[in-house]
């Protein structure tokens, strides 16, 4: 069974560091794999972070990725995402996800973790 | 930046019924997208991908057609468990991107 499970603080101030680990069960990142963080503000979409591939290829959304650091250890199965000077308007849910080929170049989020909730607060 | 736009925001419509969702892409994406599911609370669920390949276990009411620009999500026999809100997600370039979402409400 594939599961994938977020951690992390849930409240952290303004200009604080947030760490999250996603933990990874029922598979691996092998070939054709990767994990992403994908965050979601209430009653908006869900927004694209970041990115890790089973070949060590990384892939940050742009315009956060001076903000952003992802990491994986596949001897542990954990992906963490680590984004620096948290605001306000960083406070949402936390999702990590498995990306799987489905075709040649196409990968989708076929699992998703339960999803944590951050909230950027003095 | 490849933008997603999908129509109507909000549908409603009874059990039994059938609606469809559009999902307009800023530029051709061939296949390269993907539709979920989310029930408040939870986490997206992938229903469709590759445009029009129905995920495994996924119900077969479910149906989705396009290519390039334009995309569509059809629900036929709508149930009460599909009232949720539904977003459409390309894979073709960076930065990936999700549509703005349309929430369904079974009547």
């Known amino acids: 069974q594939i599961t994938l499970k977020e951690s992390g603080p849930t409240v952290v101030k303004p200009a604080q560091t947030l760490t999250l680990t996603c933990s990874l069960s029922?598979?691996?990142?092998?070939?054709?794999?990767?994990v992403g963080w994908i965050r979601q503000s209430p009653r908006q979409a869900p927004e694209w972070l970041a990115l890790?591939?089973?070949?060590?290829?990384?892939r940050y959304k742009a315009s956060l990725a001076a903000r952003l650091t992802i990491t994986k250890d596949t001897s542990r199965d954990w992906v963490v995402l680590t984004m620096t000077n948290m605001n306000p308007a960083d406070t949402g849910t936390y999702y990590c996800?498995?990306?799987?080929?489905?075709?040649?170049?196409?990968?989708?989020?076929?699992?998703w973790g339960q999803g944590m909730q951050v909230t950027v607060s003095s | 930046d490849i933008q997603l736009t999908q129509s109507p925001s909000f549908l409603s419509a009874s059990v039994g019924g059938r609606i469809t969702i559009t999902c307009r892409a800023t530029?051709?994406?061939?296949?390269?997208l993907g539709w979920y599911q989310q029930v408040p609370g939870k986490a997206p669920k992938l229903l469709i991908f590759?445009?029009?390949t129905l995920r495994s276990g996924v119900p077969s009411r479910f149906s989705a057609s396009g290519s390039g620009t334009l995309f569509t999500l059809t629900i036929s026999n709508l149930q009460p468990e599909d009232s949720a809100t539904y977003y459409c997600?390309?894979?073709?370039?960076?930065?990936?991107?999700f549509g703005g979402g349309t929430k369904v409400e079974i009547k």
């Open positions: 996800a498995r990306r799987f080929r489905y075709s040649t170049g196409m990968y989708f989020f076929d699992y």
């Open positions: 029922g598979f691996s990142l092998s070939t054709g794999v990767a």
């Open positions: 590759l445009a029009s």
């Open positions: 890790t591939f089973w070949d060590d290829e990384i």
């Open positions: 997600h390309q894979v073709s370039s960076y930065p990936l991107t």
């Open positions: 530029q051709g994406i061939d296949s390269a």
